[in-house]
């Protein structure tokens, strides 16, 4: 498997509360990727790296804001989490080979009440 | 907008039968990627396919992918139970796009 670990894996949190997810790699790849799962929405993007300080936009990045200030670390924060964003997170990584597959994490279980 | 379409996104089928899941895109993308997720766990790669044509094969699995038809499938040769699960395809354009995924339930 992947070195790939997210912490908490399990959160329970209040709205309006800021709330951080980490994801931490041990394999040195350069790309990292936070995703959300629903269900009847599939995986979707929120935000990416494609290395330290560099991140972009995926396609649900409203809410959320991401930093990566080393290569193994990619946190996610929700700035004043809402009941919308009670969702399962996952983390990515991929290599800079192409089309390289991605490795997800375990994923974390948030839910806001 | 890159869009991905699987279908269908339920099936239900008994052991023994052969079946096809379908990943429809709509960009003329020829990066394309299935994953295999078990309840309550993670994503598991499965295929990457990378050029008109493509075939891969793992087990009873296999996936092709046809850039000009904007298609890839993954096929099921005489399902067993141990292969029920949900499949996702993903498309790569400058994101990566994931399909809304296939749930599969082999009946023993």
């Known amino acids: 498997d992947a070195g790939i670990t997210q912490s908490p894996r399990h959160k329970v949190t209040e709205t309006g509360t800021p709330v951080t997810l980490r994801c931490h790699q041990t394999?040195?790849?350069?790309?990292m990727y936070w995703y959300r799962q629903d269900p009847g929405h599939g995986l979707r993007l929120i935000h990416y790296?494609?290395?330290?300080?560099?991140?972009d936009k995926g396609e649900v990045s409203d809410g959320y804001s991401v930093s990566r200030s080393k290569t193994e670390d990619f946190l996610l924060t929700l700035e004043s989490a809402t009941s919308s964003q009670t969702s399962v997170y996952f983390c990515?990584?991929?290599?800079?080979?192409?089309?390289?597959?991605?490795?997800f994490g375990p994923g974390t279980r948030l839910l806001v009440l | 907008e890159l869009k991905v379409e699987q279908n269908p996104l339920f099936l239900s089928m008994q052991e023994g039968k052969n079946y096809t899941i379908y990943c429809n895109y709509s960009?003329?993308?020829?990066?394309l990627y299935w994953y295999r997720q078990d309840p309550g766990k993670s994503l598991e790669s499965l295929f990457v396919?990378?050029?008109?044509?493509a075939v891969k094969q793992e087990g009873r699995l296999m996936a092709s992918l046809d850039t000009k038809a904007r298609l890839s499938t993954l096929h099921i040769t005489a399902a067993v139970h141990d292969l029920s699960a949900t499949y996702f395809c993903?498309?790569?354009?400058?994101?990566?796009?994931f399909g809304k995924g296939t749930r599969l339930h082999i009946l023993p």
């Open positions: 960009t003329t993308s020829d990066r």
């Open positions: 993903a498309v790569e354009d400058d994101k990566i796009i």
């Open positions: 396919l990378l050029s008109n044509g």
């Open positions: 790296s494609y290395g330290v300080k560099d991140t």
């Open positions: 394999e040195n790849h350069r790309y």
């Open positions: 990515a990584i991929s290599g800079v080979e192409d089309g390289e597959t991605q490795y």
